[in-house]
């Protein structure tokens, strides 16, 4: 089992909808998780950080925690045909710090 | 400051030869990553140091791969002999390891090509 675990996708949503990306984790002592987008060709970027259970907002972008349920997701809301990419959960895991990532949602907004 | 610098930018060898790839890591920052990524496996942790010296290589495919951190500022990835099946994205990434609540930065990664 991969510590952290994400649906390839691709996910396909119309422009203006909202796009749920999912994680599960494996580890029960991770403490934070982390969102990151990768645009083709380039390297990832931190879009969102979350380490208590509940939702974080940050303008378009809602990350959500569940720790009972080791699921992480973020809420894209307006997507916008600029938002496509691959999307990228993490977390260092209860050993801080080795950063373990999923293997990427690819997100399609559709203009 | 000018983020994790990684070179080269692409390389392109020949099977058999000997490959290094480079990182510097953010100024300050105690812990860096070395990663793969491949259509097929996505984002693979290869190898993770902290303060300069190696925690967890169990992410190393095999004894052709080896990495070095001599000093904070600088990190080496080898692959002696590389083969075709290495192609792929390498990326470096650093962390200032204040506890679990900061991000890694990565550099613009390596793509390495072995025909």
């Known amino acids: 089992q991969k510590e952290v675990e994400q649906n390839s996708g691709p996910l396909s949503v119309p422009e203006g909808a909202i796009a749920s990306l999912n994680c599960t984790y494996s580890?029960?002592?991770?403490?934070?998780f982390f969102w990151y987008r990768q645009y083709s060709g380039k390297s990832p970027e931190l879009i969102m950080s979350i380490y208590s259970n509940g939702d974080k907002e940050d303008g378009r972008f809602t990350a959500q925690l569940n720790k009972a349920s080791q699921y992480v997701s973020l809420l894209i809301r307006d997507s916008q045909p600029s938002d496509s990419a691959t999307y990228l959960c993490?977390?260092?895991?209860?050993?801080?710090?080795?950063?373990?990532f999923g293997s990427g949602t690819k997100l399609n907004v559709k203009p | 400051d000018a983020g994790v610098i990684q070179s080269p930018r692409h390389e392109v060898t020949e099977m058999g030869q000997e490959v290094t790839l480079r990182c510097k890591p953010i100024s300050g920052h105690n812990s860096l990553f070395w990663y793969r990524q491949t259509m097929m496996r996505g984002l693979e942790l290869l190898i993770y140091f902290n303060n300069n010296v190696p925690i967890d290589d169990s992410g190393m495919p095999e004894d052709r791969f080896s990495a070095k951190m001599p000093n904070a500022s600088f990190s080496t990835l080898k692959i002696q002999p590389s083969e075709p099946r290495d192609s792929a994205v390498y990326f470096c990434a650093s962390n200032p390891d204040r506890g679990t609540n900061t991000e890694a930065f990565f550099g613009q990664g390596t793509r390495l090509t072995v025909v």
């Open positions: 580890d029960r002592g991770s403490q934070s």
């Open positions: 993490a977390s260092p895991g209860y050993n801080f710090n080795k950063f373990y």
